[in-house]
């Protein structure tokens, strides 16, 4: 893939998601851009209002992003599972931009389950795609080399 024209877009709260987007982006040579939440999500506090604004199927403020996904012909996107959905600052992200021609590939990172639903939710989000790869990661396999 022409990196000029893959952009991987993810969130991660305790490093899984980045890890995995980082490999893509080195693998694909593609652009990368972390979506930064301006909510504190840290901590065990952190971690049950984040699942809670999951739940909810709340949106966030995120910080200004650096990339244009109209700029790209394929958006590559990550999020980790939480409360088995999509979290809040991915959520924002996309209801803040237009996917209308590119190609969007999904990636996720859990500890368990929610895969599933996680990406039914994304695509609602993005209906006019059909998302040919979706990849699904447990966080346990996240600490090895991804490279």
Sequence with gaps: MDSSKTLVVYYSRTGSTKKVAKAIASITKA???????KKNRKGAIGYIKAGKDAMFSKLTDIEETNYDPKNYETIIIGTPVWSWTLTPAIRTYLTTHE??????????????SGDNKTFKAIK????????????????????????
């Design 31 to 37: 652009d990368i851009e972390e979506v930064k939440d």
């Design 124 to 147: 609602e989000l993005i209906p006019n795609n059909d998302f040919k790869v979706q990849l699904s990661l447990l966080a346990k396999e996240c600490s090895t080399d991804l490279t």
């Design 99 to 112: 996917f209308e021609n590119e190609k969007v590939m999904l990636f996720c990172t859990m500890g368990g």
